[in-house]
């Protein structure tokens, strides 16, 4: 079992509250429909959706009013993840490629 501070900081950006924490996040839309703004890139997040955001990342959602949603959102550190996994999951984020070794 691994227990961590899974605080975060917030920031109001443009009229809106963002956050940010240093652990991965895996968000599931069950059901519904979300707005989602990852460091100012906007996307839709509808039924059967999953979206992987990366730590240290400002973000922010807005769920349309007066309709019903379900979600799971699950945080963890990249350290719990073997090196193999951990380094897939890494490079998804990198801004320039690496070229194989």
């Known amino acids: ?4 501070n899974a605080k975060s900081d917030e920031e109001v950006l443009e009229g809106r509250k963002f956050h940010i924490h240093k652990e991965f996040e895996i968000y ?5 429909e979300a707005e989602f703004i990852l460091e100012g890139n906007k996307f839709i ?3 059967d959706s999953l979206l992987l955001i990366p730590s240290n990342c400002f973000h922010q959602w807005e769920y ?3 309709k019903i949603h379900s979600r799971i ?3 963890f550190l990249p350290e719990l993840l073997n090196k193999p996994e951990r380094d897939f999951f890494l490079n998804k984020f990198e801004s320039t490629p690496k070229s194989p070794d």
């Open 1 to 4: 079992m691994y227990l961590y």
């Open 64 to 66: 349309p009013s007066g």
């Open 45 to 47: 997040v509808v039924s």
């Open 28 to 32: 599931y839309m069950i059901k519904g």
């Open 73 to 75: 959102s699950i945080h």
